[in-house]
C-alpha cells in the first residue's frame, strides 16, 4: 500500500481499541520475569560457552602482535580469535568504524580479541592475560582544539541553507543576542547491554541479539561476516533500552558469531559497561554559536544557528541547527554545521538526535532574547510563531500547535505566578520556573506485517518490528484489533523476528506510526481476503465484536476463517505528502526548580509536558515515553556528561559510577498533557510520534529555571555546581 494522500474516514477512527489506555499486553511477562532478552534465551539441553571482549588499549594505530598463548592455557578456555586471526572484514553500511577484523586501531577499547570459555568468569580471567604489542600514532581528542580544521559536511549529508540577507538584518536590528553554548559528549546508558548469543548450523547463522533495527543488522551482519544474508535469523523480541545505540550492528553479535564457529558451540557475549561509553556509539559534543536580532516589538528578523561538531573519519556531523530551520519565524536566516575529525569512539544517534542537542542551545537564546527585550519568555515564542516552512513558505505544515502548547501548559503550571528572577527563596532554596518549546520531526519509512486469521478467531500479527520497552506489542495488537474488529485478547503479536516481514523498527520516533501503518495496510489485505471468501462487497463490510456483516448477512470472524485460515501481508511506502508539507510534532516544557543559595545544588520540584504529536494511539504507554524522555531530558540538564581523556583518547567515567543518570530521588512530580488532534497527512493512523519528542527542551528549561531561581546563566552542559557556587548570594 502506498499512503499519497491524504487519509479520510477508516476503521482507526472507531477508537474503540485504538486510543484507548490498554495497559500493555507484554507487561505481566516483563513485571514476573518471564520475557526473555537476548542474553537470557536459555536451553537445559545446549551445551552455551561464554566470550569475554578485549578492547584496545590505544586510541589509534596498529597492531604489530597479538600474544595469547597464557589466555589459551588459562582455566576452562576453549578459543581465542583475535583481529588479526579473521584478517580485514567488511564493514556495515551504518558503521563508521569497524567492528572487527585488521590490524588498525581507530579508537580506544575497539574489539580486538574474544576469549571463550566455559564460564564468564574464565573468559574474563582469560581476557586480562592477553597481551598486545601496539605501534601507537598521534590522534586528536579535542573538540575545542580541532574546530580549526572543522570542514562542511558532504551535501547529501547536511548543507548549509541561507534565505533572505541575515548579515544585514543582523547589523540593523535593535536588539540582538550572540552568544556561544556548548554540549558534552553523553552515553545511552540503557539498562540491558549489548548482548548476543550465536549459533551456526552449518553455514547457517542464529543470533539472538539486542537490536532496534532488525534489517539493518542482519544485512550489515553479512556484510561483516562475507556471507549470504539469507543464511542469518535474528531474533530479538524483547530489548532492555536502546535510545539509539542499538540502532546500528555492534561488536558482541560479530564476536559472538566468530566465538561460535570456532568452538562449534553456542556463545554468549555481553560488552562489559565499560564498552558501552567507548566501545559502541555515543552522543558527540557540540559547539554553537546562536545570533537573533529582534525588533523592539520582539518580531524576529534575523536568526543564524552554527554548529561544530566531531565523529571518525567517514562519519557525520551532530545535526543540532535541524530544528532552527523550522521552528520560528524570521525573514534572514541561515544555519551551518561544520564537522572536524576526531578520533574518538563513533558519535551517533541517541534519543532525538538533533533536535536534542540543539534545543539545549537555542532554547536559552530564545529565553535571552526575551530578556533583552522585556518580554515574557512564552510571549515572545508565540508572536514569532510560523505556520509555515520558514526558509521554503509555500510548504505549510501539516499540523503545527506550538502555541497551544504553550497557553495550555502556561495555565496548568502556573505561569502567573513567576517569580522575578532571584527574587523567590524558601528557607535555604532559590526557586525558579523555566519553560522551553519541544520540536521534532515527524519521520515515516517502509514498515511491513503479515497478518493471520485462525478458525478459533485469533488475529496474529508477525512483523520484524521491534519493542525497546516503548510499547510496540501493545499498540500493533490494537491497531490489529481495531481493524478486525476484535478485542485485544483475540490478537497475538510476534515480533522481533528476521523472519517475519521487514518493518521501519525502532528509533527516530518513526517506528509507533510507521509499525502501525504497516499492520494498518496487511489488515487491509485480510479484510479484503474475509469478504471475498464470503463473497460480501467489500466497500460495505463491518468487522466488529468478532464477527463480518454485509448487508443483513453476518458471519462470525472464526467461520470466515475456516480450518486453513486466511492470511494478508503488506508493506506501507510512502508518497510524497513529507515534501508538499513540512510534518512535525510540537511540545512545551515547564520546570520548576530550588537552588540550594549555599551549595548550588540543584532539585527539580515540578515538571509539565504538553505534546501536540497527532493522533495518540495509547495514552498510557505514550506518557510513559515522555515521562522517561523528560527524566532524560533531566540528567543532559544536570549531571550527564562523559569525560574525554584528551591526552589518550577515552571516555573516563565509562560505567554508571562516573557517567551520573537520574535516580527515582532526582525525579519529583512529572505532568503530561496531550493535546486532542489527529494528522491525516501523517499515515493512516494520523499518528506522529512522541518519545524523542518528549525530551527536546527539557534541559534547557532546567537552564531557564535555574536562571530565574539564581540571576546565573549557565550556557556549558551540564550544569553542575561549580558553574552555579560563584554567582550566588552571600551567605552567613
Same mark, same amino acid.
Given at each position: 500500500?502506498?499512503?499519497?494522500?491524504?487519509?479520510?474516514?477508516?476503521?482507526?477512527?472507531?477508537?474503540? $481499541?485504538?486510543?484507548?489506555?490498554?495497559?500493555?499486553?507484554?507487561?505481566?511477562?516483563?513485571?514476573?520475569?518471564?520475557?526473555?532478552?537476548?542474553?537470557?534465551?536459555?536451553?537445559?539441553?545446549?551445551?552455551?560457552?561464554?566470550?569475554?571482549?578485549?578492547?584496545?588499549?590505544?586510541?589509534?594505530?596498529?597492531?604489530?602482535?597479538?600474544?595469547?598463548?597464557?589466555?589459551?592455557?588459562?582455566?576452562?578456555?576453549?578459543?581465542?580469535?583475535?583481529?588479526?586471526?579473521?584478517?580485514?572484514?567488511?564493514?556495515?553500511?551504518?558503521?563508521? !568504524?569497524?567492528?572487527?577484523?585488521?590490524?588498525?586501531?581507530?579508537?580506544?577499547?575497539?574489539?580486538?580479541?574474544?576469549?571463550?570459555?566455559?564460564?564468564?568468569?574464565?573468559?574474563?580471567?582469560?581476557?586480562?592475560?592477553?597481551?598486545?604489542?601496539?605501534?601507537?600514532?598521534?590522534?586528536?581528542?579535542?573538540?575545542?582544539?580541532?574546530?580549526?580544521?572543522?570542514?562542511?559536511?558532504?551535501?547529501?549529508?547536511?548543507?548549509?541553507?541561507?534565505?533572505?540577507?541575515?548579515?544585514?538584518?543582523?547589523?540593523?536590528? /535593535?536588539?540582538?543576542?550572540?552568544?556561544?553554548?556548548?554540549?558534552?559528549?553523553?552515553?545511552?546508558?540503557?539498562?540491558?547491554?549489548?548482548?548476543?548469543?550465536?549459533?551456526?548450523?552449518?553455514?547457517?547463522?542464529?543470533?539472538?541479539?539486542?537490536?532496534?533495527?532488525?534489517?539493518?543488522?542482519?544485512?550489515?551482519?553479512?556484510?561483516?561476516?562475507?556471507?549470504?544474508?539469507?543464511?542469518?535469523?535474528?531474533?530479538?523480541?524483547?530489548?532492555?533500552?536502546?535510545?539509539?545505540?542499538?540502532?546500528?550492528?555492534?561488536?558482541?553479535?560479530?564476536?559472538?558469531?566468530?566465538?561460535?564457529?570456532?568452538?562449534?558451540?553456542?556463545?554468549?557475549?555481553? *560488552?562489559?559497561?565499560?564498552?558501552?561509553?567507548?566501545?559502541?556509539?555515543?552522543?558527540?559534543?557540540?559547539?554553537?554559536?546562536?545570533?537573533?536580532?529582534?525588533?523592539?516589538?520582539?518580531?524576529? @528578523?534575523?536568526?543564524?544557528?552554527?554548529?561544530?561538531?566531531?565523529?571518525?573519519?567517514?562519519?557525520?556531523?551532530?545535526?543540532?541547527?535541524?530544528?532552527?530551520?523550522?521552528?520560528?519565524?524570521?525573514?534572514?536566516?541561515?544555519?551551518?554545521?561544520?564537522?572536524?575529525?576526531?578520533?574518538?569512539?563513533?558519535?551517533?544517534?541517541?534519543?532525538?538526535?538533533?533536535?536534542? /542537542?540543539?534545543?539545549?542551545?537555542?532554547?536559552?537564546?530564545?529565553?535571552?532574547?526575551? =530578556?533583552?527585550?522585556?518580554?515574557?519568555?512564552?510571549?515572545?515564542?508565540?508572536?514569532?510563531?510560523?505556520?509555515?516552512?520558514?526558509?521554503?513558505?509555500?510548504?505549510?505544515?501539516?499540523?503545527?500547535?506550538?502555541?497551544?502548547?504553550?497557553?495550555?501548559?502556561?495555565?496548568?503550571?502556573?505561569?502567573?505566578?513567576?517569580?522575578?528572577?532571584? %527574587?523567590?527563596?524558601?528557607?535555604?532554596?532559590?526557586?525558579?520556573?523555566?519553560?522551553?518549546?519541544?520540536?521534532?520531526?515527524?519521520?515515516?519509512?517502509?514498515?511491513?506485517?503479515?497478518?493471520?486469521?485462525?478458525? =478459533?478467531?485469533?488475529?496474529?500479527?508477525?512483523?520484524?518490528? @521491534?519493542?525497546?520497552?516503548?510499547?510496540?506489542?501493545?499498540?500493533?495488537?490494537?491497531?490489529?484489533?481495531?481493524?478486525?474488529?476484535?478485542?485485544?485478547?483475540?490478537?497475538?503479536?510476534?515480533?522481533?523476528?528476521?523472519?517475519?516481514?521487514?518493518?521501519?523498527?525502532?528509533?527516530?520516533?518513526?517506528?509507533?506510526?510507521?509499525?502501525? %501503518?504497516? $499492520?494498518?495496510?496487511?489488515?487491509?489485505?485480510?479484510?479484503?481476503?474475509?469478504?471475498?471468501?464470503?463473497?460480501?462487497?467489500?466497500?460495505?463490510?463491518?468487522?466488529?465484536?468478532?464477527?463480518?456483516?454485509?448487508?443483513?448477512?453476518?458471519?462470525?470472524?472464526?467461520?470466515?476463517?475456516?480450518?486453513?485460515?486466511?492470511?494478508?501481508?503488506?508493506?506501507?511506502?510512502?508518497?510524497?505528502?513529507?515534501?508538499?508539507?513540512?510534518?512535525?510534532?510540537?511540545?512545551?516544557?515547564?520546570? =520548576?526548580?530550588?537552588?540550594?543559595? !549555599?551549595?548550588?545544588?540543584?532539585?527539580?520540584?515540578?515538571?509539565?509536558?504538553?505534546?501536540?504529536?497527532?493522533?495518540?494511539?495509547?495514552?498510557?504507554?505514550?506518557?510513559?515515553?515522555?515521562?522517561?524522555?523528560?527524566?532524560?531530558?533531566?540528567?543532559?540538564?544536570? %549531571?550527564?556528561? *562523559?569525560?574525554?581523556?584528551?591526552?589518550?583518547?577515552?571516555?573516563?567515567?565509562?560505567?554508571?559510577?562516573?557517567?551520573?543518570?537520574?535516580?527515582?530521588?532526582?525525579?519529583?512530580?512529572? =505532568?503530561?498533557?496531550?493535546?486532542?488532534?489527529?494528522?491525516?497527512? %501523517?499515515? /493512516?493512523?494520523?499518528?506522529?510520534?512522541?518519545?524523542?519528542?518528549?525530551?527536546?527542551? $527539557?534541559?534547557?528549561?532546567?537552564?531557564?529555571?535555574?536562571?530565574?531561581?539564581?540571576?546565573?546563566?549557565?550556557?556549558?552542559?551540564?550544569?553542575?555546581?561549580?558553574?552555579?557556587?560563584?554567582?550566588?548570594?552571600?551567605?552567613?
Amino acid at each position: 500500500m502506498e499512503f499519497n494522500t491524504p487519509a479520510t474516514t477508516n476503521p482507526i477512527d472507531q477508537l474503540k $481499541v485504538v486510543g484507548q489506555p490498554i495497559h500493555r499486553i507484554d507487561g505481566q511477562l516483563k513485571t514476573t520475569g518471564r520475557a526473555i532478552y537476548a542474553y537470557e534465551w536459555h536451553d537445559a539441553n545446549v551445551p552455551y560457552v561464554y566470550g569475554y571482549p578485549v578492547g584496545a588499549s590505544i586510541a589509534k594505530g596498529k597492531i604489530k602482535s597479538i600474544e595469547v598463548t597464557a589466555a589459551k592455557r588459562a582455566p576452562g578456555v576453549l578459543s581465542v580469535v583475535t583481529t588479526l586471526d579473521v584478517g580485514d572484514l567488511g564493514k556495515g553500511r551504518f558503521n563508521t !568504524a569497524k567492528l572487527f577484523g585488521g590490524d588498525e586501531i581507530q579508537h580506544y577499547h575497539q574489539a580486538i580479541a574474544v576469549v571463550v570459555a566455559h564460564s564468564f568468569e574464565e573468559a574474563r580471567a582469560a581476557a586480562a592475560l592477553v597481551k598486545v604489542d601496539y605501534e601507537k600514532q598521534p590522534g586528536a581528542f579535542d573538540l575545542a582544539a580541532a574546530m580549526g580544521s572543522a570542514v562542511k559536511p558532504h551535501e547529501s549529508q547536511e548543507p548549509d541553507t541561507a534565505v533572505g540577507d541575515f548579515d544585514g538584518a543582523f547589523k540593523s536590528a /535593535p536588539v540582538t543576542l550572540d552568544e556561544t553554548y556548548t554540549t558534552p559528549d553523553q552515553s545511552h546508558s540503557m539498562m540491558e547491554p549489548h548482548a548476543s548469543i550465536a549459533l551456526w548450523e552449518g553455514d547457517e547463522l542464529t543470533v539472538w541479539t539486542s537490536s532496534q533495527m532488525i534489517d539493518w543488522w542482519r544485512s550489515d551482519l553479512a556484510t561483516t561476516l562475507g556471507i549470504d544474508k539469507q543464511k542469518i535469523h535474528l531474533m530479538s523480541p524483547f530489548v532492555g533500552g536502546g535510545f539509539g545505540g542499538k540502532l546500528f550492528l555492534r561488536a558482541d553479535a560479530v564476536l559472538a558469531a566468530f566465538g561460535a564457529k570456532a568452538v562449534g558451540r553456542p556463545v554468549k557475549v555481553a *560488552l562489559p559497561r565499560p564498552f558501552m561509553a567507548n566501545n559502541t556509539t555515543h552522543r558527540p559534543a557540540t559547539r554553537q554559536r546562536i545570533r537573533i536580532g529582534a525588533d523592539r516589538d520582539g518580531k524576529i @528578523t534575523a536568526i543564524a544557528h552554527e554548529s561544530w561538531s566531531g565523529d571518525l573519519p567517514g562519519g557525520g556531523p551532530e545535526t543540532a541547527v535541524n530544528q532552527t530551520r523550522l521552528l520560528y519565524a524570521g525573514a534572514n536566516r541561515m544555519t551551518a554545521m561544520r564537522l572536524a575529525t576526531l578520533d574518538l569512539p563513533e558519535g551517533n544517534a541517541m534519543r532525538a538526535p538533533g533536535e536534542a /542537542p540543539g534545543l539545549m542551545a537555542l532554547e536559552i537564546a530564545i529565553d535571552e532574547m526575551a =530578556e533583552k527585550l522585556g518580554m515574557d519568555p512564552i510571549q515572545f515564542r508565540i508572536i514569532n510563531d510560523t505556520q509555515v516552512d520558514p526558509e521554503k513558505p509555500e510548504r505549510p505544515f501539516s499540523q503545527r500547535n506550538l502555541n497551544g502548547c504553550l497557553t495550555l501548559g502556561a495555565e496548568r503550571f502556573g505561569w502567573s505566578q513567576r517569580p522575578k528572577i532571584g %527574587s523567590r527563596r524558601e528557607g535555604n532554596w532559590l526557586v525558579g520556573m523555566g519553560v522551553a518549546a519541544a520540536f521534532r520531526n515527524n519521520l515515516v519509512l517502509p514498515s511491513g506485517a503479515r497478518v493471520k486469521l485462525d478458525r =478459533e478467531g485469533v488475529v496474529t500479527v508477525e512483523t520484524d518490528m @521491534t519493542d525497546i520497552g516503548t510499547g510496540s506489542y501493545t499498540i500493533i495488537a490494537q491497531t490489529a484489533a481495531e481493524m478486525m474488529g476484535v478485542g485485544v485478547d483475540k490478537v497475538a503479536v510476534q515480533l522481533g523476528d528476521s523472519r517475519f516481514p521487514v518493518s521501519a523498527g525502532s528509533g527516530g520516533q518513526f517506528g509507533a506510526n510507521s509499525s502501525t %501503518s504497516g $499492520v494498518y495496510a496487511a489488515c487491509v489485505k485480510l479484510r479484503e481476503a474475509v469478504a471475498g471468501k464470503l463473497g460480501f462487497n467489500s466497500d460495505d463490510v463491518v468487522f466488529e465484536n468478532g464477527q463480518v456483516r454485509s448487508g443483513s448477512h453476518t458471519v462470525p470472524l472464526a467461520e470466515a476463517a475456516g480450518d486453513e485460515g486466511l492470511v494478508g501481508e503488506d508493506t506501507m511506502n510512502w508518497g510524497d505528502l513529507t515534501k508538499t508539507h513540512q510534518q512535525s510534532t510540537f511540545g512545551a516544557h515547564f520546570v =520548576e526548580v530550588g537552588v540550594d543559595v !549555599a551549595t548550588g545544588e540543584t532539585r527539580i520540584r515540578r515538571m509539565l509536558a504538553v505534546c501536540a504529536a497527532g493522533r495518540i494511539l495509547n495514552p498510557i504507554t505514550a506518557r510513559s515515553q515522555v515521562i522517561g524522555a523528560m527524566t532524560m531530558g533531566a540528567g543532559g540538564a544536570l %549531571s550527564e556528561e *562523559l569525560a574525554v581523556d584528551t591526552r589518550h583518547g577515552f571516555f573516563v567515567n565509562h560505567d554508571l559510577a562516573g557517567y551520573e543518570v537520574p535516580v527515582h530521588a532526582d525525579i519529583p512530580h512529572q =505532568e503530561v498533557i496531550f493535546m486532542d488532534e489527529a494528522d491525516p497527512m %501523517s499515515s /493512516p493512523m494520523k499518528a506522529k510520534g512522541v518519545g524523542e519528542l518528549g525530551l527536546c527542551g $527539557v534541559s534547557a528549561a532546567v537552564a531557564n529555571a535555574i536562571h530565574n531561581a539564581t540571576g546565573i546563566r549557565v550556557r556549558h552542559y551540564p550544569i553542575t555546581l561549580d558553574k552555579l557556587i560563584g554567582g550566588l548570594p552571600d551567605v552567613a
